[in-house]
T-cell receptor, first 114, second 112 residues
């Protein structure tokens, strides 16, 4: 079974530029999450989708971050304009609609903002 | 947000036993997870507790006390490859949504 796919793995941009990350979850997984993990910290939830609807985006900085999940499968996370403090690993995870709620993570996209 | 507390760092010797503690706010509790994360890699699932008691899975065990807002992860017969960050994550009910909130992680170093 293929895992969660993310791209790009690494991205370096200057502040005020824009960047987009892509995620393809495990086939059949209804729930998709974007987490931000700053070095030395645990992952912080940015947004959670159930199929193509947003379940929780309370911690998404909506003035600069946006995310969509068209057709309930792939998802894109965009940052525009980027700030220095956005330097982090952006983790995409998916889970099936079951009772345990175990998350399956992709390898992440590491963003460096200069 | 929900506070989840766990020690920042721990060190243990190969072959030993180590216990990593996690405390959390009990309001809205709906399950507790432990994940392992090696440097530069994604977190991987280790265990899940929703009822009080001990769940054993090979060398790893996880304990939960819901009334105390407390869990621990027990690692036995430590191996060098167990050096990693261990993340305590709590699922909370917020309205109709189930949110998984992670602690900052405990960096475990296993020494020879």
């Amino acid at each position: 079974e293929a895992g969660v796919a993310q791209s790009p793995r690494y991205k370096i941009i200057e502040k005020r530029q824009s960047v987009a990350f892509w995620c393809n979850p495990i086939s059949g997984h209804a729930t998709l999450y974007w987490y931000q993990q700053i070095l030395g910290q645990g992952p912080k939830l940015l947004i959670q989708f159930q199929n193509n609807g947003v379940v929780d985006d309370s911690q998404l900085p909506k003035d600069r971050f946006s995310a969509e999940r068209l057709k309930g499968v792939d998802s894109t996370l965009k940052i525009q304009p980027a700030k220095l403090e956005d330097s982090a690993v952006y983790l995409c995870a998916s889970s099936p609609r079951d009772t345990t709620g175990e998350l399956f993570f992709g390898e992440g996209s590491r963003l460096t903002v200069l | 947000g929900q506070n989840i507390d766990q020690p920042t760092e721990m060190t243990a010797t190969e072959g030993a036993i180590v216990q990593i503690n996690c405390t959390y706010q009990t309001s809205g509790f709906n399950g507790l997870f432990w994940y392992q994360q090696h440097a530069g890699e994604a977190p991987t699932f280790l265990s899940y507790n929703v009822l009080d008691g001990l769940e054993e899975k090979g060398r790893f065990s996880s304990f939960l006390s819901r009334s105390k807002g407390y869990s621990y992860l027990l690692l036995k017969e430590l191996q060098m490859k167990d050096s990693a960050s261990y993340l305590c994550a709590v699922r909370f009910l917020s309205g109709s949504a189930r949110q998984l909130t992670f602690g900052s992680g405990t960096q475990l170093t296993v020494l020879p």
